[in-house]
């Protein structure tokens, strides 16, 4: 049997810089790389940031505008960004959700989301002010993003 290489290992992460990208789509679901990090560098999310972030930005995305296109958020296994797969995308209004999302995180007052052994595998590496750190860094790079530009 013939192994097909997947897309995302097309992409020349030597290259990539953080910022906001199509990584695929088929049929109606985009997939976006939320990309906060340079890969193949030291600097890389650390699990707690990592973590915290995927349970915040997942219950906002699941609580916007899009909620109801939105199939999938989650975290990418080299540490330099996360996942959004959504239906019927419109990347003028992703974008904004997005950032919304992540103001949402940096300002957030109270618990993390899902923080309880019931609601969540790992809880104790959940850490908020970590990821309203990464957030804080990450809206700054999505100023500069451009949704009519999100080709790697």
């Keep these: 049997m013939e192994v097909k290489r997947i897309a995302s ?3 020349d992460h030597n290259t990539l810089v953080p910022g906001l990208y199509i990584s695929r789509v088929d049929g ?4 976006y790389d939320i990309r906060t990090r340079v890969p193949n560098q ?3 999310m650390d699990n707690s940031t990592m973590h915290t972030c995927e349970h915040m930005l997942a219950t906002y995305f699941r609580n916007s505008e899009i909620k109801d296109d939105v199939i999938y958020f989650g975290a990418m296994g080299c540490q330099t960004g996360f996942f959004l797969l959504v239906r019927n995308a419109d990347h003028h209004q992703v974008l904004k959700v997005l950032r919304e999302c992540v103001d949402k995180t940096i300002h957030h007052e109270g ?4 923080n309880s052994a019931k609601e969540c595998g790992n809880y104790r590496t959940l850490n908020l002010s970590m990821a309203q750190a990464e957030c804080r860094r990450y809206a700054k790079i999505l100023e500069k993003v451009d949704a009519d530009n999100l080709n790697y």
């Design 9 to 11: 290992f097309e992409v």
């Design 111 to 114: 618990g993390v989301f899902g």
């Design 42 to 44: 030291p600097d890389l």
């Design 28 to 31: 109606d679901i985009t997939t």
